[in-house]
């Protein structure tokens, strides 16, 4: 599979997370294939802060306050087989990370599947879908060693 990935940073305190750009490709790479992306697709992932994400969330989607993650498909007759972009907040996926007690580059690999799932026709808009999607989640985070994040704790 060819795919070509633009990793922009707009907060730099996604700079401190270790091993991040490798991290990010690694689950583009993966979700991209589970999902039988086209051949020679590209994308971008949008690593910001919440300020920005709020108002992404306002213009796009008429809520205002701060996600943690954004998809965004190109319009079905986009050139070159471009997907889409993703956004991910910094302070948003800190606080979910600490909260569940993850690493905040493994909860990042997390959305930036879920996110690049979603350029990809995905969605989790009926609960079969939305379980479709979760196992395919679930499998691929698996492959990258991170545990079930839809696992009930203690189960």
Do not use: C
Not at 48 to 73: C, E, I, W, Y
Not at 140 to 146: D, H, K, P
């Amino acid at each position: 599979m060819s795919f070509s990935l633009e990793i922009q940073l707009t907060d730099p305190r996604w700079r401190k997370v270790r091993g991040l750009s490798a991290r990010v490709t690694d689950a583009v790479t993966r979700a991209l294939k589970a999902g039988k992306a086209p051949r020679n697709a590209s994308l971008t992932i949008l690593l910001t802060g919440d300020r920005q994400m709020k108002a992404l969330n306002h213009d796009f989607r008429g809520t205002s306050k701060a996600t943690n993650v954004l998809s965004f498909p190109a319009a079905p007759a986009a050139a070159d087989d471009y997907l889409g972009d993703v956004v991910l907040a910094y302070g948003v996926m800190g606080k979910e990370a600490r909260a569940g007690d993850k690493r905040l580059v493994d909860h990042t690999a997390h959305l930036v599947i879920h996110g690049v799932l979603h350029l990809l026709g995905f969605d989790h808009v009926t609960q079969r879908k939305a379980n479709l999607m979760e196992a395919l989640e679930t499998k691929i985070l698996a492959q990258l060693g991170i545990a079930d994040p839809y696992a009930e704790e203690g189960a």
